[in-house]
């Protein structure tokens, strides 16, 4: 049987994607990630993958003329790969029709709130100068929007007296942590449903 093949794109130190690859490692993501896509050839992130063995399309955004262009020669990446799911964990670009119309339903991604609430750019910044008390994550579908794709799964974060946004930030991302190796399970098991913007997950198959 063919594996689920996961493409990972990240921007930066890639802290979800260790976790993914934690997850990956132990048996319990299901699936196995066979591209890391990052538009930052000198983050950190690109070190983890490699130490992981997992082949990385590296490239510099000003290399193109438009977003569209470096879009194309990811696209061929993902086909030669065969790649069953897209897994955004802190790329900070936004995608073209070029990627998100053939992945539609297929591509992901994780923010720090619990949207609709604070999309876009520093979502932990926005939630503290707002004053809620609860802030959180959310993974959702790209849909081509900022942070506009159906919700899959969200979890909650108290805001404590004090917090500033390091404080608030550290535990965002424990849960985080958590959670995005779970959702990406969910996916390899084929439970994750979609019928407009309302996602279901099914009951896990009895063993």
């Known amino acids: 049987m063919t594996s689920y093949r996961i493409a990972v794109f990240a921007s930066g130190r890639g802290s979800n994607f260790q976790a993914l690859v934690d997850a990956m490692v132990s048996g319990w993501l299901g699936g196995e990630i066979s591209l890391l896509v990052c538009d930052k050839p000198q983050a950190a992130v690109v070190e983890r993958a490699r130490k992981a063995g997992i082949d990385c399309f590296l490239f510099q955004p000003k290399d193109y003329a438009s977003r569209e262009d470096y879009e194309r020669e990811i696209a061929v990446e993902l086909s030669k790969r065969g790649v069953d799911l897209i897994v955004l964990a802190g790329y900070m670009r936004l995608l073209t029709s070029v990627l998100v119309e053939p992945y539609s339903g297929r591509m992901i991604n994780i923010h720090p709130s619990l949207l609709p609430s604070f999309p876009g750019k520093n979502a932990i910044g926005q939630a ?17 929007g900022m942070d506009t794709g159906p919700v899959i799964a969200q979890r909650a974060v108290e805001i404590v007296e004090g917090d500033d946004e390091a404080s608030l930030s550290g535990r965002i991302h424990a849960v985080e942590q ?14 994750v449903n979609l019928n407009g913007r309302i996602v279901t997950i099914a009951e896990p198959a009895a063993r």
Do not use: C, M, N
């Open 128 to 144: 503290l100068d707002y004053g809620v008390k609860l802030t959180g994550i959310s993974v959702h579908f790209v849909d081509g």
């Open 178 to 191: 958590q959670l995005y190796p779970e959702v990406v399970s969910w996916f390899t098991a084929g439970r």
